[in-house]
C-alpha cells in the first residue's frame, strides 16, 4: 500500500543524488505528498523547509501595508500551465518570477497596475533598462510562454530583482519605512514563489548562493524562522577546481586556474576576491547564517560521502527532515561509466538515471604545488568550520 505523508521522491537527473560544486547545495527533489514539486536545475544549497506558507505571508503583509496582497506564486516546472486553487494562481514552467507590487510602482507600461511585475532574468540576460522594468501581468505570462527569460527566486541584492524598484519609491515614505518595506517584501517575495504547503507536506527549495549571501539569513529568517536547512559541502580545493571547470565549459579562453587564484601582485597570496576561493571559506558564511538560526537548524551533508556512500547521506537529510526513510541503499547503483552512483529507477520511470553530462566532469590537471597552496590556505579555515558543525569532514 502506498504510504501517504511526506517522503523524499527519486525523480528526475536532480533528484536525490546531490550536487555542491557551489559548496552548499542540495540536491534534493522533493515530493509533496504524491506530487512532486519540480525543483530548479541549479545544484542546490540551502534547503527551506516552512511549515506554512501562506500564515507567514498573511503575518508579512499585515505588518506592512505596501504587501497588500501577492496572490499568484510560480513554479518551475514543465510546460506552461495555469490552475487555479484557492485564489491562487500557479503558473508552472513560467520560468519568470514575479512579484506583486502593491500599491503598484509606477512602472512603464502599466496597462495593468494592480497586477504589475517585476522581472529579472536568470544571469541578468535582461539589459539593466528591461530588469527595471515592470511588467503587466499579461507580459509576464508572454515571457514565460516563449521561454525566453529564465527568472529564479533570488535573495540577492540585484537591482530588479526583488522588492519594490528603487528608482519608484514612495516619497513620502520614511527611510526606515522603505527598508522595512523592502525587507519585508522580499521575504513575502519569497514566500510568494513558494508553493502551498498543506497538512503533511513539506515545502523545499534550494539556491547554492544563498549560503554565501549576506542578506539571505535574514530574509530567510523573516520569512519563517522554523526553516531548517540543509548545507551540502565538498572540499574546498576540489569545490574550486569544479567551479572552475564548469567557467571553462562555458567560456574556453579562461586564464588557468593558477592566475586567477593567486593575487597579481604577489603570487604568494591566495586571491580571495575570487568567487572559486571565497565560496569554499564555508566558516565565514556560515557565521553570517549562525546569527540568525540556531546550529540546530542546520545539516551538514558531506558531498564526498554523497558519492562514495549516497544512501547513507540520504539517511541523514530524511532523518533530519523527520521522513521516514524511504530511500535506501537500493535505490543507488554505482555506474561504472559515469564514474557516480546513480538512481535505479527514478520516481515516474523503469528506467536508471544518472546526473547530467555537466555533473562529474573530468577537471583540468591543476599543478600540485598550487593545489598544495591553496590546501594550506583553507586548513586553518577547514578546522574552523569543523568546530563550528562539531563534524570532521576529513579534507586534510
Ligand atoms: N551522483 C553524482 N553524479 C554526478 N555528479 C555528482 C554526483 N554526486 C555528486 N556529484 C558532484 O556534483 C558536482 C556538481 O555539483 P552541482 O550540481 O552543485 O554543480 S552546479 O553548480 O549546480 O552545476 C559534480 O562536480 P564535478 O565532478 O566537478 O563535475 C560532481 O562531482
Partial sequence: ???????????????????????????????????????????????LVAPDQSRC?????????????????????????????????????LSVFGILCS???????????????????????LSAARQRTCWTWNQVCKVGSERRSFIRPSLTDQPGSLGPDRHHRPAEDGEEAWKSAQGSFKAAA???????????????????SYFITKEAPRRVHAMSRHTKLIVVV??????????????LSK???????????????????????????????????????????PLSRFLFVSGERLVTDPAGEMGRVQDFLGLKRVVTDKHFY????????????PEGSSRPRCLGKSKGRPHPQIPTEVLLRLRNFYRPLNLKFYQMTGQDFGWS
Fill in 1 to 47: 500500500m502506498e504510504e501517504s505523508g511526506p517522503k523524499l521522491a527519486l525523480m528526475g537527473p536532480k533528484l536525490a543524488l546531490i550536487s555542491h560544486r557551489s559548496s552548499s547545495s542540495i540536491s534534493i527533489s522533493i515530493s509533496i505528498s504524491s506530487r512532486p514539486l519540480p525543483l530548479s536545475a541549479v545544484s542546490l544549497l540551502v534547503l
Fill in 57 to 93: 505571508m498573511q503575518s508579512v503583509t499585515r505588518r506592512n501595508p505596501l504587501i497588500q496582497q501577492i496572490p499568484f506564486r510560480f513554479q518551475q516546472a514543465g510546460s506552461l500551465k495555469r490552475t487555479k486553487q484557492r485564489n491562487t494562481t500557479t503558473f508552472q514552467n
Fill in 103 to 125: 500599491p503598484p510602482v509606477s512602472c512603464a507600461p502599466a496597462a495593468n497596475a494592480a497586477q504589475t511585475f517585476l522581472v529579472k532574468s536568470r544571469g541578468g540576460a
Fill in 190 to 208: 519569497l514566500a510568494s514563489l513558494m508553493p502551498r504547503t498543506l497538512e503533511g507536506q513539506i515545502t523545499m527549495e534550494k539556491t547554492p
Fill in 234 to 247: 565538498r572540499d574546498p580545493v576540489t569545490r574550486a577546481v569544479s567551479d572552475y571547470t564548469q567557467t
Fill in 251 to 293: 567560456s574556453p579562453g579562461l586564464p588557468s586556474f593558477q592566475n586567477l587564484a593567486f593575487r597579481n601582485d604577489s603570487a604568494a597570496l591566495i586571491d580571495t576576491s575570487w568567487s572559486a576561493v571565497r565560496i569554499g571559506i564555508y566558516a565565514k558564511h556560515l557565521e553570517n547564517w549562525l546569527r540568525y538560526f
Fill in 334 to 345: 554505482f555506474n561504472q561509466t559515469k564514474g557516480f552512483p546513480c538512481l535505479k529507477k
